[in-house]
């Protein structure tokens, strides 16, 4: 030792190697630990890098192995042995968590195993996390790093399970060697995400085995080998979803497959769920191989959805045929290919739904061909619903070639969508005309230009429902309108609702330009939805008041400020049992305004629901106030008018 301090070269080689470790963490604790982490979101607090250990895991996040060499050589110095930012805890999670393989291995070759596990027995899982990595070399490194049964090594079966959905077989073997359970949802879920490999493991290696669940779902995935398979090896068989599935979507060499293997299992409706996905290939297997045939449900599910070739297929090979829903469905829809095939070459024609739904769907090239070649017409549910939904070209063509009409309905449901153009048709070429509803409803959806114009042009009016509705809605410039230019008016719901939603400026106009008034919902559901300058508003301008709603809402919904104000403000208080619910879910502040400027309830009560939901913040604070003369106290005492508490000091 007196050797190497004695020579110069020697100790100058020491202190530099010493002194470029120490400027390396400099700079890393200025250009990376400074810059990009003094100021994480508040949202990212809860995640890496925490508080103690801060410094290797930042390393880690940003791959920096040579920097966890430098933290690992410092964090032995006698000056940083006390620094809790150096602390290697919590560095393996960070690693698996951010997913690093290659600081992990840095990890496993450098760092003793006693300092990376130092701190974690009392920790979560670290394989769980580390199953995503799927490296079966980082698994066994933790797997040997911890004592069983260490909760570091819990895996539960439903995570297990995943890794045989995923289809990692080297992990599932990893974690079947291991001992960990599975259930039979992991051949269930392997064989439904065709994951052929995992499903043979898990039979012949393992004693869970699997539900019906794992055929169907193969089959309706398409997974033919797997089918196969757990219908040579496995007991457990399918059920109909199996074969419906493959038939709707349409894999045919699975339920060539079942029909082989299974032919007395097939559903009497298969035939019918295909054609209604229009699957022709399987219709037409069904058709040469089965005896179960179909149903009309099959043709008129296959027009409803538009698969003329099925259509086709089914009338010129089956004898079933189909109902009027078929061609109704498809007019309403928009097959028009559909209609004019089964017009052309079916008997069964349609029924008057078939213009009704395409008109009120805008579908103006099938209304025209059912004009064109149909006798079943239409009735006033055509053009009503056209004019609602806006299909104006619709409207137009019924009001020209069809006798049904319309009703006060077409202007009705035109005027609350925003139709305006419909509206103006209608005005200027039909007579039926509309009723207030037009624009009441044009009013409740913020319509400002169609309630000017029914203002204008139509004479129906509107009723108080009109400025209600604005006035809920916050619309001022609606309400605006409505107060100058019409004479119906609003009642005490208009400024009720403005203040239940906190639009403070309706309130205040409909306090400055209208005689309504409002009533004491008013202020208290403001108060309950926590709009503290709608409650002062209403308490400093208007006499209604409110009731012990007000502040019962208020205290239950956590608005402090509001809570507040109306014990400061107001003389109507809370309900007999608010203190005690109070107790059971407010914050401390609002419960301290209760105890100090209420006199209902009881502190014992309100302290003994406290300690039943372990609130002991709760509880504390409320024995701070119980008079030490007093041992107990009667519920029913309090609940009356008057007070003061004789339970408190």
């Known amino acids: 030792m007196l050797h190497v301090l004695t020579n110069r070269f020697l100790l100058r080689r020491i202190t530099s190697f010493t002194?470029?470790?120490?400027?390396?963490?400099?700079?890393?604790?200025?250009?990376?630990?400074?810059?990009?982490?003094?100021?994480?979101?508040?949202?990212?607090?809860?995640?890496?890098?925490?508080?103690?250990?801060?410094?290797?895991?930042?390393?880690?996040?940003?791959?920096?192995?040579?920097?966890?060499?430098?933290?690992?050589?410092?964090?032995?110095?006698?000056?940083?042995?006390?620094?809790?930012?150096?602390?290697?805890?919590?560095?393996?999670?960070?690693?698996?968590?951010?997913?690093?393989?290659?600081?992990?291995?840095?990890?496993?070759?450098?760092?003793?195993?006693?300092?990376?596990?130092?701190?974690?027995?009392?920790?979560?899982?670290?394989?769980?996390?580390?199953?995503?990595?799927?490296?079966?070399?980082?698994?066994?490194?933790?797997?040997?790093?911890f004592a069983a049964p260490s909760v570091c090594l819990f895996v539960g079966s439903t995570e297990c399970d995943k890794q045989a959905a995923l289809g990692k077989l080297d992990v599932v073997r990893w974690l079947h060697t291991r001992g960990y359970k599975f259930t039979p949802s992991a051949m269930d879920q392997a064989a439904a995400n065709g994951k052929l490999d995992v499903v043979e493991f898990l039979h012949f290696q393992r004693q869970d085995g699997c539900t019906t669940l794992a055929m169907d779902a193969a089959a309706t995935k398409g997974?033919?080998?797997?089918?196969?398979?757990?219908?040579?090896?496995?007991?457990?068989?399918?059920?109909?979803?199996?074969?419906?599935?493959?038939?709707?979507?349409?894999?045919?060499?699975?339920?060539?497959?079942?029909?082989?293997?299974?032919?007395?299992?097939?559903?009497?409706?298969?035939?019918?769920?295909?054609?209604?996905?229009?699957?022709?290939?399987?219709?037409?297997?069904?058709?040469?191989?089965?005896?179960?045939?179909?149903?009309?449900?099959?043709?008129?599910?296959?027009?409803?959805?538009?698969?003329?070739?099925?259509?086709?297929?089914?009338?010129?090979?089956?004898?079933?045929?189909?109902?009027?829903?078929?061609?109704?469905?498809?007019?309403?829809?928009?097959?028009?290919?559909?209609?004019?095939?089964?017009?052309?070459?079916?008997?069964?024609?349609?029924?008057?739904?078939?213009?009704?739904?395409?008109?009120?769907?805008?579908?103006?090239?099938?209304?025209?061909?059912?004009?064109?070649?149909?006798?079943?017409?239409?009735?006033?549910?055509?053009?009503?619903?056209?004019?609602?939904?806006?299909?104006?070209?619709?409207?137009?063509?019924?009001?020209?070639?069809?006798?049904?009409?319309?009703?006060?309905?077409?202007?009705?449901?035109?005027?609350?969508?925003?139709?305006?153009?419909?509206?103006k048709f209608l005005h200027e070429h039909r007579t039926e005309g509309c009723t207030t509803r037009a624009m009441d409803n044009a009013a409740w959806a913020g319509h400002v230009s169609m309630v000017r114009f029914l203002h204008t042009h139509r004479h129906e009016g509107c009723t108080t429902e009109a400025m209600d509705t604005a006035a809920q809605q916050g619309n001022l410039y609606m309400l605006t309108f409505l107060h100058e230019n019409r004479t119906e008016g609003c009642t005490t719901n208009a400024m009720n609702a403005a203040a239940t939603a906190g639009h403070y400026d309706v309130v205040r106009f409909l306090h400055e330009n209208r005689a309504e008034g409002c009533t004491t919902a008013a202020m208290d559901w403001a108060a309950t939805n926590g709009h503290l300058s709608v409650v002062t508003f209403l308490n400093d301008q208007r006499f209604e008041g409110c009731t012990t709603r007000a502040l019962d809402g208020a205290v239950l919904k956590k608005h402090g400020n509001v809570v507040r104000y109306l014990l400061m403000n107001r003389h109507e208080g809370g309900s007999p049992a608010l203190l005690h619910r109070a107790a059971y879910k407010s914050p401390l502040e609002i419960l301290r305004l209760l105890v100090e400027r209420t006199t209902r309830g009881c502190l014992f009560e309100a302290r003994e629901i406290a300690i039943q939901r372990h609130r002991s913040d709760v509880a504390a604070l409320l024995t701070t106030y119980i008079s030490k003369g007093i041992a107990a106290c009667s519920l029913d005492q309090h609940s009356q008018d008057g007070g003061p508490r004789r339970c408190q000091k």
């Not at 006390?82 to 393989?101: G, L, P, T, Y």
């Not at 059920?239 to 419906?244: E, I, S, V, W, Y």
């Open 223 to 423: 997974h033919a080998d797997i089918v196969a398979f757990l219908h040579t090896h496995r007991t457990e068989g399918c059920t109909a979803k199996a074969f419906h599935g493959a038939a709707t979507n349409g894999h045919l060499n699975v339920l060539k497959y079942l029909h082989e293997t299974q032919p007395d299992a097939f559903p009497e409706d298969t035939l019918d769920e295909a054609a209604s996905c229009g699957q022709l290939e399987i219709v037409r297997f069904l058709h040469e191989h089965r005896s179960e045939g179909c149903t009309t449900l099959a043709m008129d599910a296959a027009a409803a959805h538009g698969y003329v070739h099925v259509v086709q297929f089914l009338h010129e090979e089956r004898s079933e045929g189909c109902t009027t829903a078929a061609m109704d469905k498809a007019a309403s829809h928009g097959h028009l290919e559909v209609v004019q095939y089964l017009h052309g070459h079916r008997t069964e024609g349609c029924t008057t739904a078939a213009m009704d739904a395409a008109a009120a769907n805008g579908h103006v090239d099938v209304v025209r061909f059912l004009h064109d070649h149909r006798s079943e017409g239409c009735t006033t549910r055509a053009m009503d619903g056209a004019a609602a939904n806006g299909h104006l070209a619709v409207v137009q063509f019924l009001h020209e070639h069809r006798k049904e009409n319309c009703t006060v309905d077409a202007m009705d449901g035109a005027a609350r969508k925003g139709h305006l153009v419909v509206v």
């Open 19 to 145: 002194s470029e470790w120490e400027a390396a963490f400099a700079h890393f604790e200025r250009d990376v630990v400074t810059a990009k982490y003094a100021r994480r979101k508040p949202w990212e607090i809860s995640t890496f890098p925490k508080s103690i250990g801060m410094l290797p895991q930042i390393a880690v996040i940003e791959d920096n192995p040579r920097m966890l060499r430098v933290l690992l050589y410092m964090s032995t110095l006698p000056q940083y042995k006390s620094d809790r930012r150096m602390q290697f805890k919590n560095v393996v999670r960070c690693a698996i968590f951010h997913k690093r393989e290659t600081i992990l291995h840095w990890l496993r070759a450098n760092v003793p195993t006693k300092l990376c596990t130092k701190y974690l027995q009392e920790g979560e899982s670290l394989v769980a996390p580390a199953l995503e990595l799927g490296n079966i070399d980082v698994l066994e490194w933790l797997y040997q790093a």
